[in-house]
């Protein structure tokens, strides 16, 4: 809920707020607390524990149709990680001949937030070091999450959109 935020303090750690201390609460944050949305934050917690593993299982299914279905209507993409061994709701692939961010904007242009690189250099611009140091292809890289709740049309529709979208860029780079 706005304006409540949970923050897990392993047990033997020290914690210090970054806030003013005060009185109240052991010296941990002053001010009072929100206690509906408290309450309603620890439901939500509850809620999402509750069905994460059927949610992580049905985007693991999307990732997977994702992983098999690129390679299929993209040619020259290499599609990157273990199909098992892996976050169920992040799919990594690389378009031989396409700038990144060139397809990212095109990506972002049909409605889809993706990104490039690995998520350890998703702010610069530089070669992820994690993508050399697997010996993959370094530009051309998308990283697809699948958030909570993405449902099987938008990942048909991701894939509907993007062989168009490589084979422009391509186009117009002069290797299609």
Known sequence: PAGVGVLVVRKGTRFRSFLPEDERERRRVPGFENVPGIVAAAAALRAMAAEAAQEQARLSELVTKIRESVPKVVPDVEVIGDPVERAPHIVTFSCLYVDGEALLTEL?????????????????????????????????????????????????????????????????????
Request: aromatic share 2%; glycine share 8%.
């Open 108 to 176: 972002d242009k049909a409605g889809f937030a993706v990104s490039s690189g690995s998520s350890c250099t998703a702010s610069t611009l530089r070669p992820s070091h994690v993508l050399e140091a697997m010996g993959v292809l370094t530009h051309g890289n998308v990283r697809v999450s699948l958030p909570r709740g993405t449902s099987a049309a938008e990942v048909d529709r991701f894939l509907a959109v993007l062989p168009d979208l490589v084979r422009r860029i391509r186009q117009d780079a002069g290797v299609a």
